[in-house]
């Protein structure tokens, strides 16, 4: 369970106000190779008014997005493959101002990630297989700069990323077609702090761990500046924090 004061997606705001974002998720594991299968809900916790930046529209407080995803995973080494796919189903009201379900679609993704001392980037690739028909790409990168040994372990990292668009604006040739983004190239770039607390295992419950902390963003594409109907932001702040519980083995947490 997670929660923030604002909801990005691919560097997009879609939503301005506080969202809680439950997901589950389960993961199946032999050797080096896992399946991992889940779906995450994004609940608008404030309401909504005429104009403001909403997936539910105006008189909002319910549901705006389910994700419903799967992947493959397989570790070499410090080294981790993933490939898989994202349905996204969006259920506000277009009539007030939301994101309705004629904005539904699907992206397939592959990334690459490695997990060093003290640098720990991941490289991914999404392409929009249903509305949108296009690539996108997203490099990030975790710090850690601070970690404490005894228990409750706590660390703090920094994480940085980027995001590029290929294939995902407008296309002359279907001047019909619904583009995510204005145009080619960089579409942000976000930096955050974040801190998190391994609290243990807790009897009959799982390995537990808290996470919280600050997010920002700069943005370079229209669509990313976008802040509501009318309005723009060039740079965005906001605030998240999340619990995670692993069931059953040594599995990985993380927020």
């Known amino acids: 369970m997670s929660a923030g004061g604002r909801y990005v997606w691919h560097g997009i705001s879609r939503a301005a ?14 050797h080096r190779l896992s399946l991992q299968s889940g779906a995450v ?46 349905r996204y189903v969006f259920r506000g009201d277009s009539g007030t101002g939301g994101v309705g379900s004629a904005h539904n679609t699907t992206e397939v993704f592959a990334s690459l990630s490695t997990t060093g001392r003290y640098l720990n980037p991941t490289l991914e690739a999404w392409w929009d297989v249903d509305r949108v028909r296009g690539a996108f790409l997203r490099a990030s990168l975790d710090l850690p700069v601070l970690g404490w040994p005894f228990p409750p372990y706590a ?11 290929l294939g995902q604006g407008p296309n002359p040739a279907r001047p019909g077609e619904v583009a995510n983004f204005a ?41 990313t500046r976008v802040d509501g109907p009318g309005r723009t932001r060039d740079f965005v702040v906001w605030l998240w924090t999340g619990v995670t519980i692993v069931l059953g083995g040594a599995g990985r947490t993380g927020q």
């Open 17 to 30: 106000g506080l969202v809680a974002q439950p997901s589950l998720a389960v993961e199946l594991r032999a």
């Open 41 to 86: 809900l994004h609940y608008e916790l404030d309401r909504v008014s005429s104009g403001e930046l909403s997936e539910t529209g105006a008189g909002g407080r319910h549901l705006g997005e389910e994700d419903l995803w799967g992947q493959a995973s397989v570790d070499l080494g410090p080294t981790r493959l993933h490939a898989g796919l994202v």
């Open 155 to 165: 660390f703090v990292f920094v994480q940085t990323e980027m995001g590029l668009n």
């Open 183 to 223: 145009s080619r190239g960089i579409t942000h770039v976000s930096l955050g702090l974040g801190t998190e607390v391994r609290a243990g295992r807790l009897s009959g419950i799982g390995v537990t761990t808290l996470a919280f902390g600050a997010r920002s963003q700069l943005n370079a594409d229209d669509a």
